[in-house]
């Protein structure tokens, strides 16, 4: 079984010979929920690619763990990067689709406020949801054993998804109407390096607006097979699509 990894403000100047601090809820997860012992291993991370491996050298009290790293291990910047522009979902699949997206690999996820979403983020509601997504984020990076986590972003509208598209390498909006021209995403000419950008509609799918102002930005509609998914899962569909064709997964 993989060491578990807990997360640190910085790993800044860490290095042959440190001692690194794990407190906090991190501190205290490691040493009352896991019980971690001297010796046993970990690998401590900053989310941004960075990690410090090696052996608990003690602990004190319930929440403060002392970890001497003896290697050093660096998660490069991907290529292609992925990003999936998350139509907010009902309820809690919003988190359940960040937390698998995330175990699959995704880079950065965008959560959008498309125009048949009946969720809305708004005020400190949509504060909070967005803290949950960023929570989960984080969580799903640590179990997946993950050195960098996705960045999730504010909240995008429409006009913001656009342009987001048009700076893209490659430009995808998934829609499921047999009735429109869409070809699959399993045969689509894809970047070796760059920026993918994914759209993933709401559960009313993305309206003919969007699809037409995404389509000005130089996105196309694609389809992932024959069945059709929830808005939860079919971007951790198409991640793990992307990923296996593009070489990151070889």
Do not use: N
Request: proline share 7%.
């Amino acid at each position: 079984m993989t060491a578990p990894v807990f997360v640190v403000d910085s790993l800044e100047g860490v290095g042959p010979g440190s001692v690194v601090e794990v407190t906090g809820p991190e501190g205290r997860h490691a040493v009352s929920v896991r019980r971690l012992q001297p010796g046993e291993d970990v690998v401590l991370t900053d989310g941004l690619g960075r990690g410090a491996a090696g052996a608990v050298l003690r602990t004190e009290g319930k929440d403060r763990l002392l970890v001497e790293p003896s290697d050093f291990p660096v998660e490069p910047e991907p290529t292609p990067r992925i990003t999936v522009v998350q139509a907010l979902p009902k309820g809690d699949r919003g988190e359940l689709a960040v937390e698998t997206m995330t175990e699959t690999g995704v880079d950065a996820i965008v959560p959008w406020a498309a125009a048949r979403c009946i969720t809305q983020w708004k005020g400190e509601r949509g504060l909070k949801a967005l803290a949950k997504w960023r929570a989960t984020a984080r969580e799903a990076g640590k179990q997946s054993r993950r050195l960098r986590f996705p960045e999730v972003a504010d909240a995008a509208t429409t006009a913001q998804v656009a342009a987001l598209l048009a700076k893209a390498d490659f430009a995808a909006v998934l829609h499921e109407d047999r009735a429109y021209p869409s070809d699959p995403l399993a045969t689509a000419e894809l970047p070796a390096t760059g920026e993918i950008v994914l759209v993933v509609g709401p559960e009313g799918g993305v309206s003919p607006e969007e699809l037409a102002r995404f389509e000005e930005a130089g996105a196309k509609a694609h389809r992932l097979g024959r069945s059709v998914l929830r808005t939860s899962t079919a971007g951790t569909a198409a991640t793990a699509l992307l990923l296996g064709r593009t070489g990151r997964w070889s």
